[in-house]
């Protein structure tokens, strides 16, 4: 497994670079995340990152779009406002989580 | 100030933010049962996520996806359709059909899977452009107004063709 440096913490991450340690992960780190791919974090960010932090601690897995927008409470339009393009990949990233395996 | 490692090198995902991919997808929605609905539309929303432009286009019996008075009301028959595992003498029974309807949108609402208005409202917010096959317009004698909000417009197949030039297709 591959380590990465980020704020001067060394994090296991997979190949792609998504961290796979739900507890190294802070919200300095995701800062530095964000920061890498160039998605400046809000307040409504920051929600985002929350719900998906506490979803994935609850239920074991990173919540779909769908999920976000039906149980966190952020439309998807909102999260394609927020991580242009590829918005679960992205909001995972940053969320230190693995991407969303559900479908819808 | 000198330093004696080399500091290692982030690694972060790749994902295409710089430059538009440019990737696009087409999807022919020709079929109106449910089952036979969900397919594409669950394509499409895939292909959204991953920053892939998309058009749908409805024509036949897709055209029922977007017509506001069936669109609530697709239905799935087990008639002719092996793969239910049903005895094929008693798939045409009455009352079958609507038994395996309800199953069917149970099971997906189980997964919260949203019903086709529904999934047409989260295409359309995730930037799905939707199309009306002009031939099945008029053979239905149906107009805009009679169509999902969202449709962008009732087209011919021409148009179509020729406004998704580059696009992968995928005909349902």
Not at chain 2, 20 to 31: D, H, N, T, W, Y
Not at chain 2, 92 to 100: F, H, S
Not at chain 2, 124 to 152: I, T
Request: with cysteine; net charge negative; hydrophobic share 40%.
């Amino acid at each position: 497994m591959p380590t990465t440096i980020i704020e001067g913490h060394e994090l296991s991450v997979d190949d792609e670079g998504f961290l796979t340690e739900y507890d190294q992960w802070d919200p300095q780190i995701a800062e530095a995340l964000a920061q890498a791919i160039d998605v400046p974090l809000t307040d409504e960010h920051w929600k985002v990152i929350n719900f998906l932090r506490e979803d994935f601690k609850a239920h074991g897995a990173t919540p779909t779009l769908r999920r976000v927008s039906t149980e966190g409470g952020v439309d998807t339009k909102t999260l394609f406002a927020l991580f242009p393009k590829k918005p679960a990949k992205k909001m995972s990233y940053i969320a230190g989580l693995p991407k969303p395996a559900g479908c819808v | 100030m000198t330093t004696t490692t080399a500091p290692m090198e982030m690694i972060v995902p790749s994902f295409g933010s710089d430059a538009e991919s440019g990737r696009k997808l087409a999807v022919i929605c020709s079929k109106g049962a449910l089952d036979m609905a969900y397919p594409g539309l669950i394509l499409g929303n895939a292909a959204l996520g991953e920053g892939v432009e998309l058009d749908l286009f409805f024509t036949f019996w897709g055209f029922d996806m977007i017509t506001k008075s069936r669109m609530y009301d697709l239905k799935f028959s087990p008639v002719g359709n092996t793969a239910t595992h049903m005895p094929a003498a008693l798939s045409p029974l009455p009352g079958v059909t609507a038994m395996a309807t309800h199953s069917l949108k149970k099971s997906l609402a189980d997964l919260n899977i949203p019903e086709v208005p529904d999934f047409l409202d989260l295409l359309k917010d995730s930037g799905a452009r939707l199309w009306a096959c002009r031939l099945s317009a008029d053979m239905n004698h149906l107009k805009e107004e009679d169509l999902y909000d969202g449709v962008d417009g009732i087209i011919s197949a021409s148009d179509f063709i020729e406004m998704t030039d580059g696009s992968q297709l995928l005909f349902i």
